[in-house]
């Protein structure tokens, strides 16, 4: 059974604040800790890795006195920026939590030497984020394709500096290795840093550079084929006024203001006056 720590005499009162949070049940600091799944081990006690050290007096004093109001003015030593990659299942069926966090670490640690950062798991959406530091390690996790043989699927974190388009009824047999080669940007100026097809459907993801989308861009070998009514198989388009059966359709309508009849009454009467 664990015991409460004998306090050390002090001439400083306990804050306020700590004990009306004890008497209303509310979460004190110590019960809200941040805390990760699993990362890689770091050299030291702090991000540039360098150990403070404090006597004796300081520290028992750092350790009675300490409150809210005290530790909030601490300023959070700055991180360097890192780089994310996501890893989800291709099989709704696997869940990622089965994995081994110490056999996955290895693994991408061996993958990308000195790159690896962190390795966090949202069990809820059933993501595997990989924390690196530059961003080329994510061209090298980008390539693995299984897990401890859970077939998974590399998602990479957008650019901060791009903007997302989507373009629709797209050649499905298009092989998705193709598609850098056939979407061209339609002006100079216009980078287009990633393209990849939605799923198995029409519609294509083109991510560019920049904070705008362009208005169109420019696709290779694709053939403007001739038009073909879905009415009549006319060489015009479905609403066009040239179609015999949308001008039908039309007379018909007519009729039925005039006579406030029913689609098919109007229908035998415009059909008789034709």
Excluded at 107 to 114: D, I, N, S
Excluded at 249 to 270: C, I, P
């Amino acid at each position: 059974m664990d015991g409460d720590p004998p306090e050390e005499p002090c001439d400083v009162d306990p804050p306020a604040g700590a004990a009306s949070r004890k008497r209303a049940g509310l979460p004190t600091d110590t019960d809200t800790e941040d805390t990760e799944l699993y990362s890689a081990p770091s050299d030291g006690d702090s991000d540039d890795g360098f150990q403070v050290y404090l006597g004796k007096k300081a520290k028992r004093r750092l350790l009675t006195a300490s409150s809210r109001s005290s530790t909030s003015t601490v300023k959070p030593v700055p991180r360097h920026p890192v780089h994310t990659i996501l890893f989800v299942p291709e099989a709704k069926t696997n869940n990622l939590r089965m994995l081994n966090k110490q056999a996955v670490s290895a693994f991408l640690v061996a993958a990308v030497p000195g790159e690896v950062k962190g390795v966090r798991i949202n069990s809820r959406r059933n993501i595997l984020a990989i924390d690196v530091e530059h961003r080329s390690a994510l061209e090298v996790l980008r390539k693995i394709t299984s897990l401890q043989d859970i077939k998974v699927r590399a998602h990479g974190t957008p650019y901060r500096d791009t903007m997302v388009g989507v373009i629709y009824d797209v050649d499905a047999s298009i092989p998705e290795k193709d598609l850098p080669i056939l979407i061209k940007p339609a002006h100079e100026g216009i980078v287009i840093r990633r393209v990849s097809r939605i799923g198995t459907s029409r519609c294509l993801k083109i991510v560019f550079k920049g904070d705008s989308l362009p208005a169109h861009v420019k696709a290779s070998d694709c053939s403007e084929g001739t038009l073909k009514c879905a009415n009549c198989e006319g060489p015009h388009g479905a609403s066009s006024k040239k179609c015999p059966r949308m001008k039908r359709e039309v007379a018909v309508l007519k009729q039925m203001v005039r006579d406030h009849s029913t689609h098919k009454e109007a229908a035998a009467t415009a059909f008789k006056k034709a």
